[in-house]
């Protein structure tokens, strides 16, 4: 699985933005699917998660203000983001991960700028 991430971003604090992973190759309904960030000198951390049937989870620090969707006939993973904070200023990654097999991709990442 290949995975491309867009849509990050310089916005003011405060803003939206609306990230998108598209995922390559097969049963792309069949995979859990998740954005993670990280800031340089951090571990990557979990922001928000979905199943292959939508059941969705996310960090204390998104809930609230982030929403992550999906749809499957355009394999696309979205991650909507709102009332935008500096500290959720980091690069996003997109990542696939196979239930069936515990495979997982992850895309590049998109860099996420939030203005004070």
């Known amino acids: 699985v290949q995975l491309q991430a867009s849509g990050g971003g310089l916005v003011q604090a405060g803003g939206s933005l609306r990230l998108s992973c598209q995922a390559s190759g097969s049963n792309f309904g069949g995979k859990n699917m998740a954005w993670y960030r990280q800031v340089p000198g951090k571990q990557r951390e979990l922001v928000a998660s979905?199943?292959?049937?939508?059941?969705?989870n996310y960090a204390a620090s998104s809930k609230g203000r982030f929403t992550i969707s999906r749809e499957n006939a355009k394999n696309t993973v979205y991650l909507q983001m709102d009332n935008l904070r500096p500290e959720d200023t980091a690069v996003y990654y997109c990542?696939?991960?196979?239930?069936?097999?515990?495979?997982?991709?992850w895309g590049k990442g998109t860099l996420v700028t939030v203005s004070s």
């Open positions: 979905i199943t292959s049937r939508s059941a969705t």
């Open positions: 990542q696939s991960f196979n239930p069936t097999n515990f495979a997982q991709s």
